[in-house]
């Protein structure tokens, strides 16, 4: 009987390390029509895999526009992979009983990793492919850091130099993030800076400038295109970089059956999409093939940054400067720059075009809510179970929380999944703004958004 009660009561659910996934999902196998092509800026045409060569190495380009369901994870990823996964999936217990909610909420811990996030499970896929390609040197952007740290520690580990254009507002927020990449042997400058054309552009027109996603991005583009010995990395956005992230659902449904449970609602934090991805996408399968359509799957963004509940669905450019190929996604313009938000993470002009295709098509849905609620929502899961999250992940705490609290109005005892990307060690800084008063909601820039609009690339 004791171990019966024992049971009843658990909270984590672990797997072995022989659980580590084997293999990555492509969901573009599940769509019934392909994804809109990515286009040439230049001829306005379709772009070929030796377009994007001098910026990725071949593999992961096929991985990009692969259509094959399953990929092969090889076995020098997966063994990098064993310092920390599979991760946990816990059960939320503390925080239901605070809510008095029916509801049963899980959440799929990614802060276990060295670099405290989700993100090496793609760097360390990028800096694997790259180093069997002979490159040597990688460049990249981070926006709060996360990707910078997890793509640090990836080229340590395969003997990869490592270039990070960090967003200036958060190297000015985080500097201890800037110190842990510089513990992994990574040089970092914040963006914009003097070191590319396209940063100085920008310090011209604005010296103050705080910088952003899509600036940094242009930055590490550049870099890595006028030097032989350097590759482009990117850790959202792009199919391949999803799909490395799909570990995380596929070890989430074999934890959920574990605990004799299935999800109801799935959510996870918006700002490229890959953490969203990474864990939905393995859940959106079953939306896609007809297996369970009451599924719900939310997507949720900042308000201040909300490209998928108000951007549009057209081409644009991936950065700022616009040195990136055309993708289809939701979008509030590529020269947008979107207020100093603590979420970094999540300032983003765009989408992944996978995550928008999925949001066209009502597979998914999407929720924005400001930064003081997303605190709010973030203090009260540090105080019931322990975690304190990244401003980030917290976007998606919010969420799965008012998402309880419909349950408890409702009468209704569902199962809410979340991800937890990333801890919030880092970002104590946002949380002491927010305990003295000073952390402030930025309203939607309607006209700013507006401004930005009006320079999207013209494609028919």
């Known amino acids: 009987m004791a171990a019966k009660a024992t049971d009843k009561n658990r909270t984590k659910f672990a797997l072995d390390e022989k659980d580590i996934p084997s293999k990555w999902y492509n969901i573009q196998a599940d769509f019934k029509t392909p994804a809109p092509p990515v286009i040439h800026p230049g001829t306005k045409q379709p772009i070929g895999p030796q377009d994007l060569a001098p910026l990725f190495p071949m593999e992961l380009i096929k991985q990009e526009v692969s259509q094959e369901r399953w990929i092969e994870i090889p076995e020098e ?83 990869l130099q490592c270039k990070v254009y960090m967003v200036k507002v958060s190297y000015q927020q985080k500097p201890y993030r800037r110190i842990m990449m510089e513990t992994w042997g990574a040089q970092v400058v914040a963006s914009p800076s003097p070191d590319t054309q396209s940063g100085k552009k920008i310090l011209e027109q604005d010296p103050n400038s705080p910088g952003s996603l899509g600036i ?41 059956e574990k605990a004799d449970a299935a999800a109801d609602i799935v959510i996870g934090c918006a700002g490229g999409g890959s953490n969203f991805a990474g864990l939905s996408f393995p859940f959106a399968a079953d939306k896609l093939t007809g297996k369970n359509k009451k599924l719900r799957i939310i997507a949720v963004e900042p308000a201040a940054c909300p490209s998928l509940t108000k951007g549009k669905y057209v081409y644009d450019f991936g950065d700022t400067v616009g040195l990136t190929p055309l993708v289809k996604m939701h979008t509030l313009g ?35 809510v400001p930064q003081l609620a997303t605190f709010q929502a973030a203090m009260q899961f540090a105080r019931s179970e322990g975690v304190i999250p990244a401003p980030e992940s917290a976007h998606a705490i919010r969420v799965a929380i008012d998402e309880a ?56």
């Open 77 to 159: 990823i997966r063994d990098v992979y064993r310092l920390w996964r599979p991760s946990p999936l816990y059960r939320a217990r503390r925080l239901e009983k605070a809510l008095g909610t029916p509801a049963r909420i899980y959440y799929k811990y990614e802060g276990v990793s060295p670099a405290g996030s989700h993100k090496p499970n793609t760097a360390v896929a990028q800096a694997y492919y790259n180093k069997k390609e002979k490159v040597t040197r990688l460049s990249t952007e981070t926006g709060a850091g996360q990707w910078g740290s997890a793509l640090s520690l990836a080229c340590q580990m395969f003997g």
């Open 216 to 256: 940094a991005i242009s930055e590490a583009v550049e870099d890595a295109a006028t030097r032989d010995d350097t590759k482009y990395s990117l850790g959202s956005v792009l199919n391949h970089v999803l799909m490395h992230q799909t570990i995380i659902g596929q070890e989430a449904r074999k934890q959920l």
């Open 405 to 460: 609290l419909r349950c408890k109005r409702d009468g209704k005892r569902q199962t809410i999944l979340f991800n937890l990307s990333g801890h919030g060690h880092f970002d104590l800084a946002a949380y002491e703004a927010y305990l003295a008063g000073k952390l402030q909601d930025y309203e939607y820039p309607s006209e700013k958004v507006a401004e930005a609009l009006k320079q999207l690339p013209q494609i028919k």
């Open 334 to 368: 590529h020269t947008f720059i979107p207020a100093p938000l603590h979420a970094g993470g999540l300032r983003y002009h765009g989408m992944a075009p996978l995550v928008c295709k999925l949001y066209d098509e009502g597979v998914i849905e999407a929720a924005a």
